[in-house]
Nanobody
Framework: QVQLVESGGGLVQPGGSLRLSCTHN????????MGWYRQPPGKERELVAT???????NYADFVKGRFTISRDHARKALYLQMNNLTPEDTAVYYC?????????WGEGTQVTVST
């Protein structure tokens, strides 16, 4: 069973940046498409960005121009560079990966944007 582990969350001031990471313990190409999702306080989980195994990306409108998703197959890692953060970006951020046996989720990492 492939497991995903997120890291890099924390407290940041408005306008600041964070880089989230997600690593998996499967073989290098055991995880196909991957994505970042988030769940703001009191709200539903929502898509932030996705990336295919070939590097094709897709972003939610509210992060276009501010966030960048990328992955490193050799390191079995997924990244989310987040710039110009606002309080509305406060949420638990989850990594998701598509494996041959189904979707796998990480446990999430908290991002708090506040003064």
């Amino acid at each position: 069973q492939v497991q995903l582990v997120e890291s890099g969350g924390g407290l940041v001031q408005p306008g600041g940046s964070l880089r989230l990471s997600c690593t998996h313990n499967g073989s290098i190409y055991s995880v196909n498409a991957m994505g970042w999702y988030r769940q703001p306080p009191g709200k539903e989980r929502e898509l932030v960005a996705t990336i295919t195994s070939d590097g094709i990306t897709n972003y939610a409108d509210f992060v276009k121009g501010r966030f960048t998703i990328s992955r490193d197959h050799a390191r079995k890692a997924l990244y989310l560079q987040m710039n110009n953060l606002t309080p509305e970006d406060t949420a638990v951020y989850y990594c998701k990966g598509a494996t041959p046996i189904g979707q796998v989720w990480g446990e999430g990492t908290q991002v708090t944007v506040s003064t």
